[in-house]
């Protein structure tokens, strides 16, 4: 974060558009897996939100956007830990809109719908 306020001046926004496959069900995910997809998906959220948030409140606001995905809401057959990642950044969202909305912080979050790509091959609707 210090370096990129070095280098720009200053952060308006933070957006979090990271992804990485967690397969696996309940009885055969890795837990590994499971532990990885929360530090993708919602720990580095929280981690980036403390590095620029000070910054943010210093300069009198600015915007968090998060992109997840509708496997949040869906759930994703044979993804368990990806669905449940997904799934807490919506409510992730909505806390910390409410903490931060008084220091003139939006956060939104993004589910868009599903995009086949190479990424989401191993998915299911099954």
């Known amino acids: 974060m210090q370096r990129a306020v070095e280098a720009f001046g200053h952060v308006d926004l933070l957006v979090h558009c990271a992804g990485g496959a967690a397969n696996g069900s309940l009885l055969d995910v ?6 990885k997809a929360f530090d993708i998906h919602v720990h580095a959220i ?16 600015g915007a968090i956007l998060l992109i997840c995905s509708a496997a949040g809401s ?12 997904k799934g ?10 409410r903490e931060l909305a008084d220091s003139n912080i939006r956060v939104n979050c993004v589910s868009p719908g599903i995009i086949r790509t190479r990424f989401q091959d191993y998915l299911t609707n099954r």
Do not use: N, S
């Open 74 to 85: 869906r759930g994703c057959k044979g993804a368990l830990a990806y669905g449940v990642v």
């Open 46 to 61: 929280f981690h980036l939100a403390q590095a620029v948030v000070p910054h943010r409140i210093e300069r009198g606001g």
């Open 30 to 35: 890795d837990p590994c897996t499971w532990y």
């Open 88 to 97: 807490a950044m919506p409510q992730f969202t909505r806390a910390l809109a």
